[in-house]
């Protein structure tokens, strides 16, 4: 009994010392951990900046729904820029989740930014924006994006590899491209094709966390057939919101993916429109 004291009084000093570096240790990995996540918090408004405004006669609404538990921003982008070419939209996806894939949407949306306002043409704008994020892509990296472009009564369409823009009007309908190009980062050829929007159309882009969701049987989301009750909103906000309450009650936790919505409805459009290159709706 003398010796397990004398033993406790001997060694209690330095298991308490332990005991306390192993503390501070914890607690300052919390503390940069916390700073991590409201860093990346920042990061996600400066490059996903949440819209619901009217931009050069467009109203264009978002939503952002990042399923990883990491961080509050995973490979999903998109951004809008009012060009002298007209209102710019790009929406794309980095190929992998999480962490890893903020660094080439970062510099996605960087490129689009910094090129969408001087490039004649969408084709001209993919290749420039393809050029510029090549060096920050891995060998097996990519990013599957759709560029819209809006001129009074059509939207112009590049579309690299991504799922198909929907139109919601009369009908609702995915617009296919007759050819659609490569991603980005896989030198793509992009080009452009035209679709008619008439008065009260929306056009709303998505990331494929929308067409990969499953319900518990495997079933994938009936995106034209729930869109259309969704998009009967008379509010774009209220739109997006029906939507993705659609999705979540779908997949339930077994949405795995990140989810960007970008719902878009020209204020104006005139009914006629004269162009031979511009699908019929």
């Given at each position: 009994?003398?010796?397990?004291?004398?033993?406790?009084?001997?060694i209690g000093p330095l298991l308490l010392c332990a005991?306390?570096?192993?503390?501070?240790?914890?607690?300052?990995?919390?503390?940069?951990?916390?700073?991590?996540?409201?860093?990346?918090?920042?990061?996600?408004?400066?490059?996903?900046?949440?819209?619901?405004?009217?931009?050069?006669?467009?109203?264009?609404?978002?939503?952002?729904?990042?399923?990883?538990?990491?961080?509050?921003?995973?490979?999903?982008?998109?951004?809008?820029?009012?060009?002298?070419?007209?209102?710019?939209?790009?929406?794309?996806?980095?190929?992998?989740?999480g962490l890893e894939a903020v660094r080439p949407a970062?510099?996605?949306?960087?490129?689009?930014?910094?090129?969408?306002?001087?490039?004649?043409?969408?084709?001209?704008?993919?290749?420039?924006?393809?050029?510029?994020?090549?060096?920050?892509?891995?060998?097996?990296?990519?990013?599957?994006?759709?560029?819209?472009?809006?001129?009074?009564?059509?939207?112009?369409?590049?579309?690299?590899?991504?799922?198909?823009?929907?139109?919601?009007?009369?009908?609702?309908?995915?617009?296919?491209?007759?050819?659609?190009?490569?991603?980005?980062?896989?030198?793509?050829?992009?080009?452009?094709?035209?679709?008619?929007?008439?008065?009260?159309?929306?056009?709303?882009?998505?990331?494929?966390?929308?067409?990969?969701?499953?319900?518990?049987?495997?079933?994938?989301?009936?995106?034209?057939?729930?869109?259309?009750?969704?998009?009967?909103?008379?509010?774009?906000?209220?739109?997006?919101?029906?939507?993705?309450?659609?999705?979540?009650?779908?997949?339930?936790?077994?949405?795995?993916?990140?989810?960007?919505?970008?719902?878009?409805?020209?204020?104006?459009?005139?009914?006629r429109i004269m162009t031979q290159d511009v699908r019929?709706?």
């Amino acid at each position: 009994m003398h010796t397990l004291v004398i033993a406790l009084f001997l060694i209690g000093p330095l298991l308490l010392c332990a005991w306390l570096r192993v503390r501070r240790t914890l607690l300052a990995l919390r503390t940069e951990l916390a700073h991590a996540h409201e860093a990346v918090r920042s990061t996600r408004q400066l490059i996903l900046r949440p819209l619901s405004r009217d931009l050069a006669g467009t109203h264009v609404c978002t939503r952002y729904h990042c399923a990883g538990s990491e961080s509050d921003i995973g490979g999903d982008l998109y951004d809008a820029a009012v060009t002298p070419f007209g209102l710019r939209i790009v929406v794309g996806d980095v190929r992998g989740h999480g962490l890893e894939a903020v660094r080439p949407a970062t510099a996605a949306i960087a490129a689009f930014r910094e090129l969408a306002y001087t490039a004649p043409d969408l084709p001209t704008l993919v290749g420039h924006v393809d050029k510029r994020l090549a060096p920050e892509l891995g060998a097996e990296d990519f990013v599957t994006a759709v560029f819209a472009e809006f001129a009074p009564g059509e939207v112009r369409l590049v579309n690299c590899g991504h799922p198909p823009p929907l139109r919601a009007g009369q009908r609702v309908e995915l617009l296919e491209p007759g050819a659609p190009a490569t991603p980005l980062g896989l030198h793509p050829d992009p080009r452009q094709y035209r679709f008619r929007l008439q008065p009260g159309d929306r056009l709303l882009l998505y990331t494929d966390g929308l067409t990969d969701a499953r319900s518990a049987d495997g079933t994938p989301f009936p995106l034209v057939a729930e869109a259309t009750q969704a998009l009967r909103e008379p509010l774009p906000d209220d739109a997006l919101a029906s939507l993705y309450d659609r999705v979540v009650a779908h997949a339930g936790a077994r949405r795995a993916d990140d989810l960007a919505l970008v719902l878009c409805q020209p204020a104006e459009v005139p009914a006629r429109i004269m162009t031979q290159d511009v699908r019929p709706a």
